[in-house]
């Protein structure tokens, strides 16, 4: 049976519930803007920047070929960084707000637990 309209709002308003919003953006935001700089960095070189990118480094492979297979390695490992993130910030959180909407329990915050408080 889905919670009413109200429940949801109570979620929304929740303090667990803005705590798990910040986290999130906490996150995303510096990383999204680091990736696209990134990004940006890579493209404006290749066509700015061409003495630059077609330094060679090791026979053939020269700067542009390095950026480029950076930017697959940076995508990994922004993938693997957040995922690691939010099976350890997120993920609790998130089973807490989701346990709080289904149980109909008071909202996080707004009333103490059962035990005291503690988590």
């Known amino acids: 049976m889905p919670a009413p309209a109200e429940r949801y709002l109570e979620v929304q308003n929740s303090e667990e519930f803005a705590e798990l919003r910040h986290k999130l953006r906490r996150f995303i935001f510096p990383t999204t803007i680091a990736f696209i700089v990134w990004y940006a960095l890579y493209v ?11 330094i060679k480094l090791i026979g053939n492979i020269n700067v542009a070929l390095v950026f480029g297979v950076l930017q697959f390695v940076s995508t990994f490992a922004i993938a693997w960084v957040y995922s690691r993130y939010a099976a350890k910030e997120l993920d609790p959180r998130a089973d807490r707000v989701y346990d709080e909407l289904e149980n109909g329990s008071a909202a996080a915050g707004s009333a103490p637990a059962a035990d005291g408080g503690a988590r």
Do not use: E, G, K, T
């Open 44 to 54: 404006l070189l290749s066509a700015y920047a061409r003495d630059f990118m077609s």
